[in-house]
């Protein structure tokens, strides 16, 4: 089975996790997803150039917008949050909603455990959600 995946911010963490999802991950398809559009379209085609396939596309996002990161995720199996941490909160709110499991690179302690908190809530949805799996670069 092939997998739908996301990755929010498409910088340099961003794009090596899309190339990871598509040659190790089973991926049918990844969205790079990022507030500059061309930034988004450069990692995608760098993944898709290193990879040699045209699994990996872009998208425009603001992550700000809730209705449109749930619209972005809805679909979607699995998601890494590559953006600063203080939007992951938020997030981790919109991928209970469009029941996309998560798992985001972290960086502030008191910001994971309001995630933690919404748990009943990622279980109820049919999704895992695993904050604060990056280092700090």
């Given at each position: ?14 794009t090596a996790c ?19 559009l061309d930034v ?98």
């Open positions: 089975m092939a997998y739908r995946y996301a990755v929010l911010g498409a910088g340099r963490q961003g899309a190339y990871d999802m598509i040659k190790r991950g089973d991926a049918d398809s990844v969205v790079l997803a990022d507030y500059a988004a379209e450069t990692a995608a085609a760098r993944v898709n150039d290193l990879t040699g396939t045209g699994k990996a596309r872009a998208v425009q996002l603001d992550v700000t917008d809730s209705e449109a990161v749930v619209a972005a995720l809805t679909g979607i199996d699995a998601f890494l949050s590559a953006v600063p941490y203080y939007y992951n909160l938020d997030i981790t709110r919109a991928a209970i909603q469009a029941r996309a499991s998560m798992c985001d690179l972290g960086g502030n302690t008191d910001l994971v455990r309001q995630q933690l908190s919404l748990a009943a809530e990622a279980r109820a949805a049919g999704i895992s959600v695993i904050p604060d799996c990056g280092q700090v670069p």
